[in-house]
Each structure stands twice: as C-alpha cells, then as structure tokens.
C-alpha cells in the first residue's frame, strides 16, 4: 500500500475538473438551493400549459446537473479518503439537500400522468426540448401502476436519505473502521491482509498455505462483524422489499427488471441455465486441481495460475497494452481512450483508507473517472480494460446524447466493459511467444467466465433468495445468510471446492448486495451479450456492420429499453440459448487449455 504523498500526479485523479477548491463547491451549493425554491412555484401550472412544462424540465436538468457534481466531488475524495472529515460533511449536506429536492418533486410525476397521454404526445412533437425526452416521459405513462399519488410521494420522499443510509453505514465498517491482520508468509516477510494485497496474494503467491494464511486473515477481518454486516444487510433488504409494496411491485426481483422493461423470464432463464451448465465448471476445477496438484482445492485456489507466471505489468506498460488491444474498434475510439488514460481521470494505486475495487462514473458536464487499486498483476490489466470500457460507454453515450437520455441503464453497462476484456485477451494472445504466458491468458479468459458469468449468477441467487425470504417475513442473520451462500456454491461447485467456514461469509464482503441491490446479474447477462457482439466483430463476413452496431450501442446511452437496444446491436437476451451458449464457449477453452497443458508436461 502507497504513501499518497509520494505518488507522482499523474496516476492521481485531478478533481479540479469539477471543483477547483471547496470555496466553488459551496457557490454552487447556494445555487442549488435556490434552484430548488423556484420548482414547486409550477405546481398546478403544466397540466394545461405547456411552455410552463417545458419550463419547468429545463429548471429541473439545470438543477440535476448540479447536484452530480455537489454529490459525486466529496463521494469521490471519501473514496480516497473514506477518513476525510471534510468530504464526510459535505456529503452529509448534499444528501440532506438531495432530500429536499426529492420532496419538493414528489407532486410532479402524479401532475404529469394527469396530462392524457395523446396530449403529451402532441406536445411531444411541437416542442423540441420535451422530443429529446420523449422516452423517460413515455416511461411515467408505462409505469403509471407503481407511482402513488402527491402525498404519498411526498411522503416516501422524507425518507429518502434515511434509506440510503445502510449503505453508509456498510461503507464506514467496511472501509473505515476494518481492521486488517497481519501474516507472516513463507519467505518470512510480513504483511497486512488488505482487499489489494490478499488479491495480489492470491494471484500470485504458489504457496498454498500463504494463500491460506491470506484468506483466513482478511475474512476475519470481516468475521469479527460479521452480524453487524447481516443486519445492515437485513436493514437493505427491508427497505427493498418495503418500497416494492409501497410501489405495487409483486417482488423485488420484478421491481429490479420492470423499470428496465426486462422480461422476468430473462433472469430466470439465466439462473437456470448457469444452474444446468455447471458442469463444464466443475470441469475446469478438477483440471486446475490436478494441474495444481493440490490434494484439497479451496476456493482460495481459484486465483493462482497453473503455470509458473508471476510476470508483472507496470501501469505504464499495461497501458498501452490496453490501448492497442482496441484498435480494432477504430482510430477515433482509440484516441477518445488515449485521452482517457493520460489527463488524470484515474487513480490508479491502493493507498489507506481508500475504496477498494475498482469503477468508472461519469459526470456529464466533467468526462468520465476511474478508480483502480493497481497491483501489477495480469488480472489488474484486464481490470483496467474493463474500467475503461465503461468510460468508452460514458464518453461516446455523453457525446451523443443530450443529458435527460444520456445515461446508459445497467443492464448495458458491462456489455462494454467486458468486450474491451475480450479484445486484450485476443491482442496478448496474438502478440505472445511465451506458452507459458498462452497458458496463464486461457486461464484469465476462463477466469473470466468463472467469476463475471457464473460467480455472479451465483450471487444474483443469492440475492434473489435472501428478498424472498423477507418477502415470506422469514428471518436474516449471519447464519441463514451463510447456509444461503454455501448451499449455492455446492449447487455450482459440487463437491470439487472445499467450502471452508470462513468463505460461507462472502457475503459480508461484496459491496454491490450493499450499494446496488440486483446489480450482479446483469454482469452475466452482458458477458453473454458480449460474447455475442465480440463474435460478430471477428467474423470476415459480419466485421464492418457488427463494429457499426456495438459502437452505435454505446452512443445510444438511455434512448430507449435495454432489451432493445441490445436487439439492435444484434443480440436476443430473451432466447436462453444466449446463455448456453457462454457455457459452450467455457468448454471449447478448456479443451485447448487441456492440449495446452500436455505440450508443457503440466498434465
């Protein structure tokens, strides 16, 4: 972990791009405040009047546009610094302010659906700054059922900040107040156990008892709380399935899909098929144990190469690595990543008291950022590529479209992100002579179908399971959740991983069940669609075209349903064959890793 001081600027996100110093945080603070005031002053006054309509949606951009930089400029310094105290204030101002503005809002949405929907189609057509918002208003008309009348907003509305609050929470216990253990390894050097340094440990150490020793020391670190964590959990899924019935959703699961207008059975088929297709999995974990020649394989396995491969990737040279591995894609794409990764949008090493993980948010009046925790690993190149790929969906989405439309929902999200892997996988393929290092890229492909197609299917029925059983008013507690998550694991695993008592409390550790409920499935569903599009892209007869669709995805930004979108690039998400065919592919790489390893005398 890093001295933050004596890290050189450039691998340091350059924040001044939204807020050159607290001072300009605060005039626009002020700003926003009173921008706040002027909205309730058209109640009652759009229903019949539509320049007083179209009035009002501009007042609400300007005011919205504010509030992404006020709230993502201390989000982004307490990820840095989840100890800032400053940030920490700030953020706590902004939430309250965000509060307010939700609650000054709540009579506009029952206001709107009382304009007949043929008028607002008419207006739709006359006036040009409610065409370009033509699909988020057409939205209100489809989910009509599941809006409640002024009062009632109003009212959820002064619980909006208290409902974000367990993910406050989560953060602070997760991030500020852990406490790392200490390991000696086997080479006698000591080390604290953070999310970064056990990953590193775990991908490059070939001791299994250090990688042992790494596990059992950061999953304590989580198990000394680990009911503290079951009942900021329990607190999530309360408030899920609170909202659902305030709402008039049949479930949580169908209030997480309705508003993208996804087909329930889309999830289902993806829950079944990954269930069906375990065995290709369970396939490659006797490969890797009899490769390892392991006598017992945990799940603390799964990171290690077979291969004696502990080449390490300097930021720099990773780089461009990723740089040229996507100049399939173009010269414009090219050069929009190549400014991407040289004006300090990312912050590229692990220090203290940072987030862990990696992301890229966009903020559509600044341009994209991203978080890393650069280890040097091959994992972390394809990290950054991943990264990346989402701040090629926010730039060319920004570019393209106006703001009310600009953002992509995230059922697309990983669509990108994961065709950019696919894209290094094959350029570093292409441009190794090490077998070796051919050896150690199949394994991060396949890798990558463990952990971003099955891994978080796995975690979505997790999900899915742990809502119902509040829906059933059935209880949480840090048991039933980790009898939940080692009976999936068996379900996907069978008996080749030993489920050691530690790893059953994965759950404690996954942000996204915390800070993005029903999130993870859609890793999978856009790892199938993107190995739909990536084969397009490679086929002679299909390049030029299936190029022309996927970029046009990614300029598409929110214009219209996700499913849809999809549809248009060229992928059918509702055939469960789309699935399948993810495992099919799995297999076809464990094949050529097999042969692969029999030319070197591994097997």
Do not use: C
Not at 490 to 501: A, H, L, M, P, Q
Request: glycine share 2%; charged share 30%.
């Amino acid at each position: 972990m890093k001295d933050r001081s004596l890290i050189d600027e450039k691998y340091k996100w350059n924040l001044d791009d939204i807020y050159k110093s607290w001072n300009e945080w605060q005039k626009d603070f002020e700003k926003l405040n009173n921008l706040i005031e002027e909205i309730p002053k058209f109640k009652g006054q759009i229903k019949n009047n539509a320049e007083k309509f179209v009035e009002l949606h501009k007042l609400i951009e300007k005011t919205s546009r504010v509030i992404d930089k006020l709230y993502l400029y201390p989000y982004m310094l307490k990820d840095l610094d989840s100890t800032d105290e400053v940030a920490s204030i700030k953020m706590q101002e902004i939430e309250m302010v965000f509060a307010k503005f939700s609650v000054e809002m709540a009579w506009l949405d029952p206001e709107i659906l009382e304009i007949p929907q043929d008028t607002m189609k008419e207006w739709i057509e006359k006036y040009p700054e409610l065409k370009i918002r033509e699909f988020p208003l057409m939205e209100l008309y489809r989910l009509k059922n599941h809006l409640l009348d002024e009062g009632k907003e109003k009212l959820l509305s002064y619980y909006s900040q208290f409902m974000g609050s367990s993910s406050d929470i989560y953060a602070e216990l997760s991030i500020s107040d852990i406490k790392w253990n200490k390991i000696k390894l086997s080479t006698g050097e000591e080390v604290e156990v953070t999310n970064g340094v056990y990953s590193k440990i775990l991908s490059t150490n070939r001791n299994q008892e250090d990688r042992k020793k790494a596990f059992e020391a950061l999953y304590n670190s989580y198990n000394n709380s680990k009911n503290t964590f079951a009942a900021i959990y329990r607190a999530i899924v309360q408030r899920n399935v609170a909202t659902t019935r305030a709402r008039n959703y049949t479930s949580s699961l169908d209030k997480a899909l309705e508003n993208k207008n996804v087909p329930r059975e889309v999830f289902l088929s993806l829950i079944e098929s990954t269930i069906e297709n375990s065995e290709p999995l369970r396939r490659y974990i006797e490969l890797r144990k009899k490769a390892l020649k392991l006598k017992e394989y945990h799940y603390y396995d799964n990171s290690i190469n077979i291969v004696d491969y502990n080449k390490k990737f300097e930021y720099d040279v990773a780089k461009e690595i990723v740089l040229n591995s996507v100049k399939p894609l173009g010269n414009d794409y090219y050069e929009k990543m190549k400014k991407a990764v040289s004006e300090g949008w990312l912050d590229v090493f692990e220090t203290p008291n940072k987030r862990s993980g990696a992301y890229s948010l966009n903020i559509y009046d600044v341009h994209p950022y991203m978080l890393l925790n650069y280890q040097e690993t091959m994992d972390d190149v394809f990290t950054l590529a991943h990264e990346l790929g989402h701040t090629m969906h926010s730039i060319l989405s920004s570019e393209n479209q106006p703001y009310p439309i600009a953002d992509y929902t995230i059922f697309v999200a990983e669509v990108a992100s994961t065709f950019n892997e696919r894209l290094l996988l094959d350029y570093m393929l292409e441009n190794s002579n090490d077998p070796l290092e051919k050896i150690a890229l199949l394994e991060q492909a396949l890798s990558n179908v463990v952990g971003t197609f099955f891994i978080q299917t796995l975690f979505a029925s997790y999900e899915y399971e742990a809502h119902k059983l509040v829906e059933e008013d059935k209880a949480i507690t840090a048991d039933i959740l980790s009898d939940l998550m080692e009976n999936l694991f068996t379900k996907y695993f069978g008996n080749t991983v030993f489920i050691d008592e530690l790893q059953k409390i994965i759950w404690s550790r996954i942000p996204h069940f915390y800070n993005s409920p029903f999130y993870v499935y859609q890793y999978s569903t856009s790892f199938a669609a993107s190995a739909k599009l990536y084969s397009d892209l490679k086929n002679p007869q299909t390049s030029e075209e299936a190029k022309e669709r996927y970029l046009n995805l990614l300029k598409s930004g929110g214009n219209n349903h996700p499913m849809e979108q999809l549809k248009l690039a060229g992928v059918d998400l509702s055939q469960k064959e789309s699935f399948d065919a993810v495992a099919k592919e799995f297999n076809r790489l464990i094949d050529i890793l097999e042969e692969e390893l029999k030319k070197v005398g591994v097997i």
